[in-house]
């Protein structure tokens, strides 16, 4: 069946530094979403890519769907204490039900 | 607040035994969907409905079910439960079929 991983699966960075989360599937996808989930809260939708090569930006936060539609990253620029969290992305097939398959997840944490 | 509601927050209960966890999606969707998180991983998709009808399935162990009842709130049931069911399990609601908003959970612990 479809396999999204991510990597890497921890990233720890000094606050102010950059952060960059990969997500590979194993399947063509028709639309990636990336998601945020704080220690203890719940998955919170932040964006939709459909189109090949798409990149969309969110203040601090770059996403970029690959050409294959393989792919996609997550940029975040000169982070703050606010974007810990774990960082899923999840893919819908491009081949049959539209199941949404998430990825491993990347776990942010900000050292002050 | 995604609008997506779960009870209870919080279930203990005690191997062998059987739990109801229920969702009620946000307003004018029609789809939910269920999933299970263990203790630091990812978000395993077990079942789906749109409009009362089972869309797509999972990872669903044949102890769990689930239906969405006409006014589209869902339950799933949990039977025969076993230690390796504590888990967070999460709904999530969208109008069509690709689930966006998810619920705060509930944490289930089995002792």
């Known amino acids: 069946g479809q396999q999204v991983m991510q990597i890497p699966q921890y990233q720890h960075v000094q606050e102010g530094e950059d952060f960059t989360t990969y997500c590979n599937s194993s399947t063509t996808l028709s639309n990636i979403q990336w998601y945020k989930q704080r220690p203890g809260g719940h998955p919170v939708f932040l964006i939709q890519l459909v189109k090949s090569g798409e990149v969309k930006k969110q203040k601090r936060l770059t996403f970029q769907f690959g050409e294959a539609k393989k792919n996609s990253s997550l940029h975040i620029t000169a982070t703050q204490t606010t974007d810990v969290g774990t960082y899923f992305c999840?893919?819908?097939?491009?081949?049959?039900?539209?199941?949404?398959?998430f990825g491993t997840g990347t776990r942010l944490t900000i050292i002050p | 607040d995604s609008g997506v509601t779960q009870t209870p927050k919080h279930l203990i209960t005690a191997t062998g035994q059987r739990v109801t966890l229920r969702c009620s999606p946000r307003?004018?969707?029609?789809?939910v969907y269920w999933y299970q998180q263990s203790l630091d991983q990812g978000l395993q998709f077990l079942i789906q409905y749109y409009n009362g009808e089972e869309r797509a399935k999972g990872n669903i162990l044949e102890r769990f079910s689930a239906q969405q009842f006409p006014d589209l709130h869902s339950e799933l049931n949990l039977s025969s439960l076993e230690l390796g069911d504590s888990a967070l399990y999460f709904c999530a609601s969208s109008p069509r079929y690709t689930p966006k908003y998810f619920g705060p959970g509930t944490r289930l612990t089995v002792l």
């Open positions: 999840a893919g819908v097939s491009s081949f049959g039900n539209e199941k949404l398959t």
């Open positions: 307003s004018g969707d029609l789809s």
